[in-house]
């Protein structure tokens, strides 16, 4: 009996320890932005010869949760003209996100 329950205790400590590992922090602000800010640039039409589309795109939050564009750092001016179109004043719905800040992320499109 005392196996058992020794058993039992030990399989509970494995499960509970690999429910901790795996749980994502829903509260992170950074990763569901991007999430987001990649379905807002998604649909494009875009011809990529040979060589992938990079940005660093500089935003920040208003207090309307609307995304405002600072910069679009890149080579190509098209790109730079639709991340600009496709993202400023666009609402995010996300808790937690500081007015006021500046983020920074880095985007690419590929063929």
């Known amino acids: 009996m005392r196996k058992i329950s020794l058993v039992l205790v030990a399989a509970m400590l494995c499960t509970a320890g690999n429910?901790?590992?795996?749980?994502?922090?829903?509260?992170?602000?950074?990763k569901l932005l991007s999430t987001q800010i990649g379905k807002l640039l998604q649909?494009?039409?875009?011809?990529?010869?040979?060589?992938?589309?990079?940005?660093k795109i500089r935003f920040t939050i208003n207090e309307e949760n609307e995304i405002v564009v600072?910069?679009?750092?890149?080579?190509?001016?098209?790109?730079?003209?639709?991340?600009?179109?496709?993202?400023?004043?666009?609402?995010v719905r996300l808790q937690g996100i500081k007015e006021g800040r500046m983020y920074t992320v880095p985007i690419r499109i590929t063929a």
């Open 43 to 55: 649909d494009n039409f875009f011809i990529v010869e040979n060589t992938d589309l990079t940005a």
């Open 19 to 30: 429910v901790v590992a795996n749980h994502t922090n829903p509260k992170d602000p950074g």
């Open 70 to 91: 600072l910069s679009v750092n890149t080579e190509n001016e098209v790109l730079e003209a639709f991340v600009k179109s496709r993202l400023n004043y666009q609402k």
